[in-house]
């Protein structure tokens, strides 16, 4: 991408309006707009980043068994009737009438929908396990939306939801889901930890909340601080026995303040290790038994011929929200510093004179050759002058920059720095393409 056809509208003043680092960086750099209270319009640059995010959601997702399709947005109340949340939701749920004033709602969550194509069509235990998701907006008119995407009203959410004979085997399917979740963060180059949680309106009794810490947190949370750094175990497992790396990952205590048990927290901690902090939560998975499957009569036969309801569980990532955490978690006084795993270009190519011809020459060259090995670049060929060339390169983020200019060609030399580090090293243009290709 040539920055001179982009667009990316970076601002020069720090937004008043924002209050925590990741929705000033943002906003700065140009990756998303406010429509409306906690309602955002997607500027290209956050749009890249926000499809990286979901392709990483959506792999490991697939890598453990489930199986993606895309329920609508608009769903009709009486689905919610059957299950008796239609009254229950209260405020949060946005009501709208149809034509026809047939009563429709914006939904804040698919579980009703889910068990409505399940019972469709799956009438034997043989379809069983099945676990379906979709990654689609949602909305939830949020009493208090702010700090950007963190907490919007419409809002980009992947949702799965499992189907299982019985609870044994769900269980199975929430220990599957609890671990691609531990790889699924780790990819994005976060410390997501699992912790007993409350289950609110989804309902159950099991649950658990995948919370990154951050001072800008809107949840207080305790835990072991052992289990902040205990990494992800990979994709190489038994997927059909994860029971023990469950338990490994569940028996040190960690709680989120509605299930915190300050007694508990003292008696099974040492002083040393007790961490009470802020955090963001990332994900939240759920297991629910028959609540939706017995009032919505999603039943199948078992080996014995017998019907019975269907064992769920629901498994949710805050997708877009995500993009807020992993700029909370990752940033500097310049700007952001994204994971190359979400960045959304690999290399920022800044050409320090436009219009010198052995420069115009080098850039072109690198970057038809950087994108022919793979990479996608945003090569800066605008007029502006280095200062607020490296400085917007800074601001969004972008991991590597190959920065060329007239003195150094001079020699036979360009320059790759690293945005994480800081680190720069002068080399020859063949070696800095060779450095930087995929
Ligand atoms: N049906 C279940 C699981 S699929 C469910 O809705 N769970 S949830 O309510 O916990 O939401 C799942 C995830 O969506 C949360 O962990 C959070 O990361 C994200 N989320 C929830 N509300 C918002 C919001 N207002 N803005 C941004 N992200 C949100």
Redesign the pocket.
Known sequence: MRLSRYFLPVLKETPSEAQIVSHRLMLRAGMIRQEAAGIYAWLPLGLRVLKRIEQIVREEMTRAGAIELLMPTLQLADLWRESGRYEDYGQEMLRILDRHEREMLYG????EMITEIFRAYVRSYKSLPLNLFHIQWKF?D?QR?RFG?????E?L?K??YSFDLDEASARKAYNRMFVAYLNTFARMGLKAVPMRADT?P?GGDLSH?FIILADTGESQVFCDAALVDMGAPGPDLDWDDLQGLVDQRTSLYAATEEMHDQARFEAEVTEGARLSARGI??????YFGEKYSKPMKAVVAGPDGVERPVHMG?????V??LMGGIIEASHDDAGIIWPDSVAPFDVGLINLRQGDAACEAACEAAYNALQARGREVLYDDSDERPGGKFARMDLIGVPWQLIIGPKGLAEGVVEIKRRATGERQTLSLEAALNRLAA
């Open positions: 804040p969550t698919n579980e939830r949020e939306p995407v963190m907490r919007g009203r809002f959410m949702d799965a609110g989804i909340e939560e990332v994900g939240h998975i759920f629901s498994y949710g990532v805050g877009s929200r």
